[in-house]
């Protein structure tokens, strides 16, 4: 009887800890917190950072993901040139109906929306299985977590744990929720070569594309502040000179 109970026992909480393991599995750490130029009050998008992060959307991201509210004529609010612009831009072919009523093509110019990697949704789906790569346009703000999310995301691929089942066609990403994911690692040392000379790692790659990321989302943040902390020190130095003139019309009267 004592045996029975004891086995009952032991049975009892080699299933407690097996379970418990699977919990730990399927927890997902917590985000890693990056320092961004662009946090904070006084916060400030950093331009070189930017176009590098840009420069991994046009050679890596933007064979899977379409950016289609962004124009390339926006791009000057990242320090493009008009002319770096015009050559980002002539670098893509647009398909079009000629005067001649045929298909043809054409270069593409400051006024299109940045070029789609798929003609549609069901053909993006159709490419991935059935997981259509989402529009990274306002990505960073569509996803909980933000900057250090995406962040997390492009640099979290890992090895699965011991005991891990991943399913097929899936990769094991330790911030992704349920650490399943549709997309395979994107970004590998020295995948770009960054004419600024910086060293292109994954750690750095994935800070550049997520301040891209965070400008495509918003834009006008960085005029936002500067317009707020305008209108700020202008109603304090209004309410000074406000004060002083109150007081220097009563002083007759105290």
């Avoid at 050559?87 to 400051?110: F, L, M, N």
Wanted: glycine share 8%; net charge negative.
């Amino acid at each position: 009887m004592r045996r029975a109970v004891i086995s009952a026992a032991l049975a009892a909480l080699l299933a407690a800890g097996v379970a418990t393991a699977a919990r730990a599995q399927d927890e997902t750490p917590k985000l890693p917190r990056e320092r961004w130029s662009f946090s904070g009050p006084f916060g400030a998008l950093d331009l070189a950072a930017a176009q590098r992060g840009f420069q991994v959307y046009n050679d890596v991201c933007a064979a899977c993901h379409s950016m289609n509210l962004l124009h390339y004529r926006d791009l000057s609010g990242i320090g493009l040139t008009e002319e770096q612009i015009k050559a980002v831009a002539a670098s893509k072919t647009y398909d079009i109906i000629g005067d001649d009523g045929q298909p043809t093509t054409r270069p593409g110019t400051p006024a299109d929306v940045f070029k789609a990697p798929y003609p549609n949704e069901k053909a993006a789906a159709a490419s991935f299985g059935g997981s259509y790569p989402p529009d990274q346009s306002v990505l960073v703000n569509a996803r909980e977590g933000g900057p250090d999310y995406i962040y997390a995301i492009l640099t979290g691929y890992t090895d699965p744990p011991p005991g891990f089942k991943l399913a097929e066609g899936l990769y094991y990403n330790e911030y992704f929720p349920g650490h399943q994911i549709h997309m395979p690692q994107p970004l590998h040392d020295d995948q770009v070569t960054y004419a600024d000379g910086t060293k292109a790692t994954v750690d750095q790659m994935s800070h550049d594309l997520t301040t891209f990321l965070y400008w495509t989302a918003n834009p006008e943040e960085v005029q936002r502040k500067q317009i707020g902390w305008r209108m700020v020190l202008f109603f304090g130095m209004m309410a000074g000179l406000t004060y002083a003139w109150k007081r220097q019309m009563w002083s007759g009267l105290h």
